[in-house]
């Protein structure tokens, strides 16, 4: 998976700023491994979901919190728009999960990821075109 395109779920984000710290420095690590090799790709959703929980969950300072979402929305960026939320309906059916963790794979296969980094649906599973894989599961998963 060293050389795939890899799409963040907001929650590996997060840690980045917050949480345990062994899955703050993977979350880290992740993502400066993939931001420096021009393999990342984040969401519109993903990057909505990344300053509501920043400010609600880990209540982040708002200039911390508002410099961190500008740096997200400078990366490859997915519009979530029609063909991806008819896509997460399909998912959402197909695979049995909640619309919103549909609508972030839809968005991951729109942009050619072929892994999606993600807590919220089981790792080692591909769906579609995109295997998940938990980062805090394994070093071997990244």
Same mark, same amino acid.
């Given at each position: 998976?060293?050389?795939?395109?890899?799409?963040?779920?907001?929650?590996?984000?997060?840690?980045?700023?917050?949480?345990?710290?062994?899955?703050?420095?993977?979350?880290?690590?992740?993502?400066?491994?993939?931001?420096?090799?021009?393999?990342?790709?984040?969401?519109?959703?993903?990057?909505?979901?990344?300053?509501?929980?920043?400010?609600?969950?880990?209540?982040?300072?708002? !200039? $911390?919190?508002?410099?961190?979402?500008?740096?997200?929305?400078?990366? !490859?960026? +997915?519009?979530?728009?029609?063909?991806? +939320?008819?896509?997460? +309906?399909?998912? $959402? $059916?197909?695979?049995? +999960?909640?619309?919103?963790?549909?609508?972030?794979?839809?968005?991951?296969?729109?942009?050619?990821?072929?892994?999606?980094?993600?807590?919220?649906?089981?790792?080692?599973?591909?769906?579609? #075109?995109?295997?998940?894989?938990? !980062?805090?599961?394994?070093? $071997?998963? #990244?």
């Amino acid at each position: 998976m060293s050389g795939a395109r890899a799409f963040f779920d907001t929650n590996v984000l997060l840690y980045m700023y917050g949480g345990e710290p062994g899955k703050q420095a993977r979350a880290k690590d992740l993502f400066r491994e993939h931001a420096r090799a021009g393999r990342m790709l984040l969401s519109t959703q993903v990057v909505q979901e990344f300053y509501a929980a920043g400010s609600r969950k880990l209540g982040m300072p708002r !200039p $911390e919190l508002r410099d961190a979402t500008a740096a997200l929305l400078d990366l !490859p960026l +997915i519009v979530v728009g029609p063909p991806q +939320i008819m896509s997460a +309906i399909q998912n $959402e $059916e197909r695979y049995q +999960i909640s619309f919103w963790d549909s609508l972030i794979l839809a968005a991951a296969e729109s942009g050619g990821a072929e892994v999606l980094y993600t807590e919220d649906l089981n790792d080692g599973q591909q769906y579609g #075109s995109v295997l998940v894989r938990n !980062p805090f599961r394994s070093p $071997e998963n #990244s």
